[in-house]
């Protein structure tokens, strides 16, 4: 990775952090916090959103103390400061209904694209990481984008350990399905 870039997105992101745990209004609405940062760096470096993800991660990855402060401003954001829910339990039953269905071809659809496009064992791997987020977050009792992201930061302090565990795991399952 260009030493440059990397720098440049390392102090994009220190000042985007700040600027978030200072005021917290800078998330529009009932945005992602993550995401926010994420696209501060599409928006200011002109990057892709896979590129950008791709040099937060590893930005991240290199800078624990940065990814320390990313994490906690995630957390005061999604955990502490909002009430995740709210606008959808007051919809209709016919609206939930509606939602959800949308939500579920959706991920069927992507799936399926990720299957076809990049190999199954990343959609196992999209799977697996989706199940352990999801038993974070009701652990936890928090909300699924806050758990995904404490899932990553763990996930970024072991890379090669949970990667390889992952990958392993992928492809034990996809094997043991292939046998029956």
């Keep these: 990775m260009d030493p ?33 940062v994420l696209f501060t760096l599409v928006d200011r470096m002109g990057l892709s959103e896979t590129d950008a993800a791709d040099l937060l991660a590893q930005v991240l990855t290199d800078r624990p103390a940065l990814n320390d ?13 909002r009430m995740a829910g709210v606008a959808f339990s007051i919809k209709t039953r016919e609206a939930k209904d509606r939602y959800i269905d949308s939500q579920f071809k959706n991920a069927l659809d992507e ?7 990049f190999g199954a064992e990343l959609a196992m791997r999209k799977l697996v990481m989706a199940h352990i987020s999801l038993q974070i977050a009701q652990n936890l009792g928090i909300d ?20 390889d565990q992952l990958m ?3 492809r034990s399952i996809i094997e043991r399905g292939a046998k029956k």
Excluded at 23 to 35: E, F, L, T, Y
Excluded at 69 to 81: A, D, Y
Excluded at 111 to 117: E, H, K, M, V
């Design 4 to 36: 440059e870039r990397q720098s440049a997105a390392e102090q994009l992101i220190s000042q985007e952090v700040d600027a978030v745990a200072a005021s917290p209004a800078r998330v529009k609405g009932n945005g992602c916090a993550a995401c926010h």
């Design 69 to 81: 402060r990313f994490i906690e401003m995630v957390e005061n954001i999604h955990m502490k400061q």
């Design 111 to 117: 799936l399926l694209a990720d299957a076809a496009n």
């Design 144 to 163: 699924y984008h806050a758990a995904t992201e404490e899932l990553y930061y763990y996930m970024r302090k072991r890379d090669e350990e949970t990667h």
């Design 168 to 170: 392993q795991l992928a």
